[in-house]
């Protein structure tokens, strides 16, 4: 490969990577959680979810933990392709849970992130 060649190439990867940043087509941002970071509750909840700014593929997911024990998992909404909800069938009792997720956005990130909220 000559020189020119190769700075060419240079040249070309570099557009290419400012075409993708300022496209950044699906690259979602967290929307809204339930309950909110750093809630303190009165009564404890029984849904809790987290939604993107835009929809995620699949195998979306998170756990609520207490201490070291997992209380709730979360999936992909079925009913809003931007959420990832978990149910519980009983109030969370009181205590401080963290909830932490992963989700992948349809542009092929994944993206982790956790926050916590309190049952007084
Ligand atoms: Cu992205």
Known sequence: MTRTTLRRAAVLGT?????????????????????????????????????????IKSGGSFTVTRGSRTVLRGKNDPRNVKRIIGKSSKRLAKGTYKVTWRATYIDGHRETGSWTFRVR
């Not at 509750?41 to 987290?50: A, C, E, I, R």
């Open 15 to 55: 557009l290419g990577a400012l075409t993708f940043s300022t496209t950044a087509l699906g690259h979602a941002e967290v929307d809204q959680r339930l309950p909110k970071p750093g809630a303190s509750l009165s009564s404890g909840p029984k849904t809790v979810y987290v939604s993107f700014t835009q929809q």
